[in-house]
C-alpha cells in the first residue's frame, strides 16, 4: 500500500463519477497511456466547460446548477507526480473534448500538483483552453520544489542532528524513510526545549517553507510576534494526522479542529518531504537536486522571515553568522546529472503564458507563497504578465479554497476572457464582494505580498 503522504503528491488527479444531480449528459474518453476523462453538462448549458485535475463535489454540483458544464482529468497509471506527461495527457484530452463536446469556452483548474500541470496547459500555444484557475499550484517547478526540500532537511539535520547518522534522499525502503523521518522529528521536540533550539527550529522551518501560522482558530501572529511564529513553524514540522490518531502532538494550545490539523498533510509534513522524494527518485533513476556551492549565509539574506530568525537568535545567545557558515561549509551533496536532467525536462515551467490565469493560494501554505513571486517574475521576464494575476485568502493549510472562493475566481477569469481585460476583478476587495454574493459560503480573499523564493539554483532572488 502506497505510503499516505505519497498518495498525496501521486494521486492528486482523483477518480471517481462527477456530481450528476443537474448533469443533463455525460461523455467520456481514455488516452491510449490510461489516462482518463470525463465530461458532464447541464439542460441548460451556457456553453462553459470547466475542467478539473483534481475536482470536488461540492463545486462540480455548484457549477452543474448555474449552467457550467464541469470535466475531470485522471492521470494515467504510476508512481509519482510526472507533470510534463500529465499535461500532455490533459492537451490530448481536451483535444477529444473539443470533437465531442464542442464547448464554447474551456477554463482549467487545479490544485497542487495538479496546480504546476495546469500551468505548463496554460503556457500551451494550442488554444485549446481559453482561461485557467491555478490553485497552491507547485508552479515553481519540480527542480526548485526539490530543492527547497533538501534545504530545509538539510538544514534539520545540519542544526538540530550534528553528529548523528542523517540522510534525505537515495532512501532504499518505506522503513528507511519512516526510520529517518521520526529521528527527525523527535530532534525538532528536543530542540523546542530550549531558546536555542527553538532559534534554530525558527531557521530550519524557514528554509522548509513552513509557514509562520498554524492554529486557524486564532488569527495570524503579529508581524513582531516572534515566538508565535516560531511555534507555528515548529508544530508544522511535527503535528501529526494520521488516520485514526487523535492524540496531536502540538504546542501552544492550539484547537485541534475537526478532522485534524488543516496545515499537515497526512502523517506530517517531516513525511511529505521525504516520501516525495522517494518517488521522485524512483521516477528519475537517482537523487535529483543538489547544493555543492550553496552559499546559505546569502540565501539568508531573502528569507521572508529573516527578522523572526535574527530576534530569536539573539534572544538566544546564538551566533547566527556561524550557525550559517556552517551549513555553507557542510553544503556538498551533488546530484546524479541523469536524474536533475529528468527533473528539469519533466518538471519545469517557463512563465510564458498563453490564456488569462488566475493563480490562488492561502496565506498559511506549506507549498508557499513564495512560489507564486517566483512564478510572477517568470511571467514578467517572458513578457506575459497581462495574462497573470494572483490572488489570497486568509485560511490555513494547503489547497484549503472554500467552494465560493473556487467559483469566484472562475468567474473572475471567465469575464476576463470575454472583456479582453481584468480591470479591478482581481482586488481582494472584488473577488470577496463576487465569492460573498454566490451564496456558496465563507470567503477570505485578503490582500497579501508573499516573500522571495530563495532555493532556486539558477534565477537568484
Same mark, same amino acid.
Given at each position: 500500500?502506497?505510503h499516505?503522504?505519497a498518495?498525496?503528491?501521486?494521486?492528486?488527479?482523483?477518480?471517481?463519477?462527477?456530481?450528476?444531480?443537474?448533469?443533463?449528459?455525460?461523455y467520456e474518453?481514455?488516452?491510449d497511456?490510461?489516462?482518463?476523462?470525463?465530461?458532464?453538462?447541464?439542460?441548460?448549458?451556457?456553453?462553459v466547460?470547466?475542467?478539473?485535475?483534481?475536482p470536488?463535489?461540492?463545486?462540480?454540483?455548484?457549477?452543474?446548477?448555474?449552467?457550467y458544464g464541469?470535466? #475531470?482529468?485522471?492521470?494515467?497509471?504510476?508512481i509519482?507526480?510526472?507533470?510534463?506527461q500529465?499535461?500532455?495527457?490533459?492537451?490530448?484530452?481536451?483535444?477529444?473534448?473539443?470533437?465531442?463536446?464542442?464547448?464554447?469556452?474551456?477554463?482549467?483548474?487545479?490544485?497542487?500538483?495538479?496546480?504546476?500541470?495546469?500551468?505548463?496547459?496554460?503556457?500551451?500555444?494550442s488554444?485549446?483552453?481559453q482561461?485557467?484557475?491555478?490553485?497552491?499550484?507547485?508552479?515553481v517547478?519540480?527542480?526548485?520544489?526539490?530543492?527547497?526540500?533538501?534545504?530545509?532537511?538539510?538544514?534539520?539535520?545540519?542544526?538540530?542532528?550534528?553528529?548523528e547518522?542523517?540522510?534525505?534522499?537515495?532512501?532504499?525502503?518505506?522503513?528507511?524513510?519512516?526510520?529517518q523521518?521520526?529521528?527527525?522529528?523527535?530532534?525538532?521536540?528536543?530542540?523546542?526545549?530550549?531558546p536555542?533550539?527553538?532559534?534554530?527550529?525558527?531557521?530550519?522551518?524557514s528554509?522548509a517553507?513552513?509557514?509562520?501560522?498554524?492554529?486557524?482558530?486564532?488569527?495570524?501572529? &503579529?508581524?513582531?510576534?516572534?515566538?508565535?511564529?516560531?511555534?507555528?513553524?515548529?508544530?508544522?514540522?511535527?503535528?501529526?494526522?494520521?488516520m485514526g490518531?487523535?492524540?496531536?502532538? @502540538?504546542?501552544g494550545?492550539?484547537t485541534r479542529?475537526?478532522?485534524?490539523?488543516?496545515?499537515?498533510?497526512?502523517?506530517?509534513?517531516?513525511?511529505?518531504?521525504?516520501?516525495?522524494?522517494?518517488?521522485?527518485?524512483?521516477?528519475?533513476?537517482? &537523487?535529483?537536486?543538489?547544493?555543492?556551492?550553496?552559499?546559505?549565509?546569502?540565501?539568508?539574506?531573502?528569507?521572508?522571515?529573516?527578522a523572526?530568525?535574527?530576534?530569536?537568535y539573539?534572544k538566544?545567545?546564538?551566533?547566527?553568522?556561524?550557525?550559517?557558515?556552517?551549513?555553507?561549509?557542510?553544503?556538498?551533496?551533488?546530484?546524479?546529472?541523469?536524474?536533475?536532467?529528468?527533473?528539469?525536462?519533466?518538471?519545469?515551467?517557463?512563465g510564458?503564458?498563453?490564456?488569462?490565469?488566475?493563480?490562488?493560494?492561502?496565506?498559511?501554505d506549506?507549498?508557499?507563497?513564495?512560489?507564486?513571486?517566483?512564478?510572477?517574475?517568470?511571467?514578467?521576464?517572458?513578457?506575459?504578465s497581462?495574462?497573470?494575476?494572483?490572488?489570497?485568502?486568509?485560511?490555513?493549510?494547503?489547497?484549503?479554497?472554500?467552494?465560493?472562493?473556487?467559483?469566484?475566481?472562475?468567474?473572475? @477569469?471567465?469575464a476576463?476572457?470575454?472583456?479582453?481585460?481584468?480591470?479591478?476583478?482581481t482586488?481582494?476587495?472584488?473577488?470577496?464582494a463576487?465569492?460573498?454574493?454566490?451564496?456558496?459560503?465563507?470567503?477570505?480573499?485578503?490582500?497579501?505580498?508573499?516573500g #522571495?523564493?530563495?532555493s532556486?539554483?539558477?534565477?537568484?532572488?
Open positions: 500500500m502506497k499516505p503522504t498518495a498525496l503528491l501521486t494521486a492528486a488527479l482523483i477518480s471517481g463519477s462527477l456530481s450528476v444531480g443537474a448533469s443533463a449528459a455525460h474518453g481514455t488516452l497511456d490510461g489516462a482518463k476523462w470525463a465530461v458532464d453538462t447541464p439542460t441548460d448549458w451556457n456553453g466547460l470547466v475542467t478539473f485535475g483534481n470536488r463535489e461540492d463545486v462540480d454540483r455548484a457549477l452543474l446548477d448555474r449552467g464541469v470535466g #475531470k482529468m485522471v492521470a494515467s497509471p504510476g509519482g507526480l510526472r507533470p510534463r500529465w499535461a500532455n495527457d490533459q492537451l490530448t484530452a481536451l483535444r477529444q473534448i473539443h470533437g465531442r463536446v464542442s464547448p464554447k469556452t474551456i477554463i482549467t483548474v487545479g490544485y497542487s500538483g495538479p496546480g504546476l500541470v495546469n500551468t505548463m496547459v496554460s503556457e500551451d500555444s488554444g485549446l483552453s482561461g485557467a484557475v491555478i490553485g497552491c499550484a507547485l508552479n517547478g519540480l527542480p526548485n520544489l526539490f530543492r527547497a526540500h533538501l534545504d530545509g532537511a538539510y538544514a534539520l539535520t545540519k542544526l538540530l542532528m550534528p553528529g547518522p542523517a540522510r534525505f534522499f537515495n532512501f532504499k525502503s518505506r522503513v528507511d524513510i519512516d526510520t523521518v521520526a529521528q527527525m522529528r523527535a530532534a525538532v521536540m528536543r530542540a523546542q526545549q530550549t536555542e533550539g527553538r532559534a534554530r527550529i525558527a531557521l530550519v522551518g528554509f517553507m513552513m509557514p509562520t501560522w498554524f492554529d486557524p482558530s486564532t488569527p495570524p501572529p &503579529n508581524a513582531d510576534d516572534y515566538d508565535a511564529q516560531e511555534l507555528a513553524q515548529f508544530n508544522h514540522l511535527t503535528a501529526l494526522n494520521v490518531l487523535d492524540g496531536m502532538t @502540538v504546542a494550545g492550539a479542529p475537526e478532522g485534524g490539523w488543516p496545515g499537515v498533510v497526512l502523517g506530517g509534513n517531516l513525511s511529505f518531504i521525504t516520501y516525495s522524494r522517494y518517488d521522485m527518485e524512483r521516477l528519475a533513476g537517482g &537523487n535529483v537536486t543538489s547544493n555543492a556551492g550553496v552559499d546559505y549565509a546569502d540565501l539568508f539574506q531573502n528569507l521572508p522571515t529573516r523572526e530568525i535574527e530576534a530569536l539573539e538566544a545567545g546564538l551566533d547566527l553568522s556561524a550557525d550559517l557558515t556552517r551549513m555553507t561549509d557542510g553544503a556538498n551533496i551533488e546530484a546524479d546529472p541523469e536524474a536533475a536532467a529528468w527533473l528539469e525536462t519533466h518538471g519545469t515551467v517557463s510564458r503564458l498563453h490564456v488569462p490565469t488566475l493563480s490562488i493560494r492561502t496565506i498559511s506549506i507549498a508557499g507563497p513564495q512560489y507564486d513571486t517566483w512564478y510572477a517574475d517568470r511571467v514578467g521576464e517572458a513578457g506575459a497581462r495574462m497573470l494575476r494572483q490572488s489570497w485568502v486568509q485560511h490555513v493549510g494547503h489547497c484549503r479554497f472554500t467552494p465560493a472562493e473556487v467559483i469566484a475566481s472562475i468567474l473572475t @477569469v471567465q476576463r476572457i470575454e472583456k479582453g481585460d481584468w480591470g479591478e476583478s482586488t481582494p476587495e472584488a473577488l470577496q463576487l465569492a460573498t454574493s454566490l451564496d456558496l459560503g465563507e470567503a477570505a480573499f485578503v490582500p497579501f505580498t508573499p #522571495k523564493f530563495v532556486d539554483r539558477e534565477h537568484r532572488p
